[in-house]
């Protein structure tokens, strides 16, 4: 008599399944489970989910693949579960991960009282040589590179990231969010940052912490051709993401000085403010020295987070510093869309306390694929950029805001357009200029004021004089 088929193993491989957007393989299946399961066996548990009407199959043979039914499941972002429809169990999303990373994330959820209590290992760092040590293989780097190269390569650093700010902002403040427990859901972030509306009954540091993340994405975007892995960028940038979060402000953009616990580990991190100073430096000379955008995206928010250089706001700091590389060589972004809270934290555990970064590099990996597919799509809808624009982009903003916030009519604005205009931009380029900007005064409605950094109060008081 045949074994009967465990109800746990098929949702297990629905679960895999349906943490990928696109069709997947035998094979990436195979890699996410956590137990081991012959070719065979597996197979029959995959042509029993598609009689279920649980999966569908495209394909034959080694190329079919595989991808949930619209009736088999449901994805609940904000509780981090699936639930499997006609089943009362729960399955938790993970990514897809590698034998090694199974061994780490086994290893991390041991009970804590089992686990060795460990100190920074300062040889992680020593021993890293940029270009020549590799956290991302070859294969994976190029693989990365083809998924997220754009069209804008050549063009003014930033260029990618400004045509899909608005997208971007909202995924990244409330994503990096989210994997700090912030309960805000997508669209009241949406309505925070577009419209200054504060989500009813949610903590005012949940409110300050999306904000602020909102700040620091602007100064990545519009500093794109200055910033970098040095001490200005990721110091501000801490004191962006900190602002009105730490009980002690002086500490906002400054090195701790005092030691720091991190709860449901056995790590603990340097104390002593020259070493955390002297590691701080070498982090940023050595990711800076880092050609590769990929390998220099992740070594940092690998060390960033293992070296806790500030009270509090690390993972923030490392999760928004990746996103430098990409920024700058108009790559598509890092926002962690769909990243689980614990796929990501059990990574950061196996950094942490083992050293070992296999688990977090497949959470980044999953991560940055799931990102380009989202970009992907914003671009299509939005069509190739016009050069113009983007020529005069600073200038635009710059008199858009200047009109409202000055709460000039029409006949005022048009008269300093122009005048600036001609201050501005070259002759051939000064009626177009002036079009455009007209176009954009007359087009702002609430929606898309954040953009130009109005508040909805400065909206309304200028529109009751736009006569």
Same mark, same amino acid.
Request: glycine content about 6%; aromatic content about 8%.
């Given at each position: 008599?045949? &074994?009967?088929?465990?109800?746990?193993?098929?949702?297990?491989?629905?679960?895999?399944?349906?943490?990928? #957007? *696109?069709?997947?393989?035998?094979?990436?299946?195979?890699?996410?489970?956590?137990?081991?399961?012959?070719?065979?066996?597996?197979?029959?548990?995959?042509?029993?989910?598609? *009689?279920? &009407?649980?999966?569908?199959?495209?394909?034959? !043979?080694? !190329?079919?693949?595989? &991808?949930?039914?619209? #009736?088999? %499941?449901? $994805?609940?972002? #904000?509780?981090?579960?699936?639930?499997?429809?006609?089943?009362?169990?729960?399955?938790?999303?993970?990514?897809?991960?590698?034998?090694?990373?199974?061994?780490?994330?086994?290893?991390?959820?041991?009970? $804590?009282?089992?686990?060795?209590?460990?100190?920074?290992?300062?040889?992680?760092?020593?021993?890293? =040589?940029?270009?020549?040590?590799?956290?991302?293989?070859?294969?994976?780097?190029?693989?990365?590179?083809?998924?997220?190269?754009?069209?804008?390569?050549?063009?003014?650093?930033?260029?990618?990231?400004?045509?899909?700010?608005? =997208?971007?902002?909202?995924?990244?403040?409330?994503?990096?969010?989210?994997?700090?427990?912030?309960?805000?859901?997508?669209? *009241?972030?949406? =309505?925070?940052?577009?419209?200054?509306?504060?989500?009813? !009954?949610?903590? +005012?540091?949940?409110?300050?912490?999306?904000?602020?993340? @909102?700040?620091?994405?602007?100064?990545?975007?519009?500093?794109?051709?200055?910033?970098?892995?040095?001490?200005?960028?990721?110091?501000?940038?801490?004191?962006?993401?900190?602002?009105?979060?730490?009980?002690?402000?002086?500490?906002?953009?400054?090195?701790?000085?005092?030691? %720091?616990?991190?709860?449901? #580990?056995?790590?603990?991190?340097?104390? %002593?403010?020259?070493?955390?100073?002297?590691?701080?430096?070498?982090?940023?000379?050595?990711?800076?020295?880092?050609?590769?955008?990929?390998?220099?995206?992740?070594?940092?928010?690998?060390?960033?987070?293992?070296?806790?250089?500030?009270?509090?706001?690390?993972?923030?700091?490392?999760?928004? +510093?990746?996103?430098?590389?990409?920024?700058?060589?108009?790559?598509?972004?890092?926002?962690?869309?769909?990243?689980?809270?614990?796929?990501?934290?059990?990574?950061?555990?196996?950094?942490?306390?083992?050293?070992?970064?296999?688990?977090?590099?497949?959470?980044?990996?999953?991560?940055?694929? /799931?990102?380009?597919?989202?970009?992907?799509?914003?671009?299509?809808?939005? !069509?190739?950029?016009?050069?113009? /624009?983007?020529?005069?982009?600073?200038?635009?903003?710059?008199?858009?805001? @200047?009109?409202?916030?000055?709460?000039?009519?029409? &006949?005022?604005?048009?008269?300093?357009? @122009?005048?600036?205009?001609? *201050?501005?931009?070259?002759?051939?380029?000064?009626?177009?200029?002036?079009?455009?900007?007209?176009?954009?005064?007359?087009?702002?409605?609430?929606?898309?004021?954040?953009?130009?950094?109005?508040?909805?109060?400065?909206?309304?008081?200028?529109?009751?004089?736009? =006569?």
């Amino acid at each position: 008599m045949p &074994k009967k088929i465990s109800e746990q193993e098929l949702e297990s491989i629905v679960a895999i399944v349906a943490a990928h #957007t *696109e069709e997947v393989p035998v094979k990436a299946i195979r890699d996410g489970l956590e137990f081991e399961l012959p070719p065979r066996m597996l197979q029959r548990r995959l042509a029993l989910l598609v *009689e279920q &009407k649980r999966l569908i199959v495209e394909g034959r !043979g080694r !190329g079919s693949r595989y &991808k949930v039914s619209p #009736t088999g %499941v449901e $994805i609940h972002a #904000t509780t981090g579960k699936f639930t499997i429809t006609g089943h009362s169990a729960q399955i938790e999303i993970y990514p897809p991960i590698s034998s090694e990373g199974r061994i780490i994330k086994k290893a991390v959820r041991e009970p $804590i009282q089992n686990r060795n209590p460990v100190g920074y290992n300062r040889a992680f760092l020593d021993e890293y =040589r940029p270009n020549d040590t590799f956290y991302l293989s070859a294969e994976t780097r190029q693989h990365l590179l083809e998924m997220g190269r754009s069209s804008d390569g050549q063009r003014l650093a930033g260029t990618y990231a400004r045509q899909i700010f608005d =997208r971007l902002l909202i995924d990244l403040s409330w994503n990096s969010s989210r994997l700090e427990g912030n309960t805000y859901s997508l669209l *009241e972030t949406e =309505r925070l940052l577009e419209l200054g509306e504060t989500a009813e !009954g949610k903590d +005012a540091l949940e409110t300050q912490m999306i904000l602020n993340h @909102k700040a620091a994405i602007e100064l990545l975007v519009e500093q794109a051709t200055e910033v970098g892995f040095n001490r200005y960028t990721i110091l501000n940038l801490h004191a962006l993401l900190s602002d009105n979060l730490l009980a002690d402000p002086q500490a906002c953009g400054r090195l701790r000085t005092i030691a %720091v616990g991190i709860g449901g #580990t056995v790590y603990h991190p340097l104390e %002593v403010p020259q070493l955390i100073d002297e590691c701080f430096q070498q982090v940023l000379d050595t990711a800076a020295a880092i050609t590769d955008p990929f390998e220099q995206a992740f070594f940092a928010m690998v060390h960033f987070s293992y070296l806790q250089p500030f009270e509090d706001v690390n993972k923030r700091v490392s999760r928004l +510093a990746a996103n430098l590389p990409f920024i700058r060589e108009n790559l598509s972004p890092l926002s962690f869309v769909d990243v689980p809270e614990r796929a990501y934290i059990e990574g950061l555990l196996g950094v942490y306390e083992l050293n070992q970064i296999e688990l977090l590099r497949d959470v980044f990996v999953w991560a940055y694929e /799931r990102s380009c597919a989202r970009y992907s799509a914003v671009r299509q809808s939005l !069509g190739e950029p016009d050069p113009f /624009r983007l020529k005069y982009r600073t200038l635009i903003a710059e008199l858009v805001t @200047k009109i409202v916030r000055g709460g000039m009519d029409k &006949k005022t604005a048009v008269a300093f357009i @122009k005048q600036r205009a001609m *201050e501005g931009a070259s002759h051939e380029d000064q009626a177009r200029l002036i079009e455009v900007v007209e176009t954009e005064a007359m087009n702002l409605h609430e929606g898309n004021i954040a953009r130009y950094r109005l508040r909805p109060s400065q909206y309304q008081t200028w529109r009751e004089t736009w =006569r």
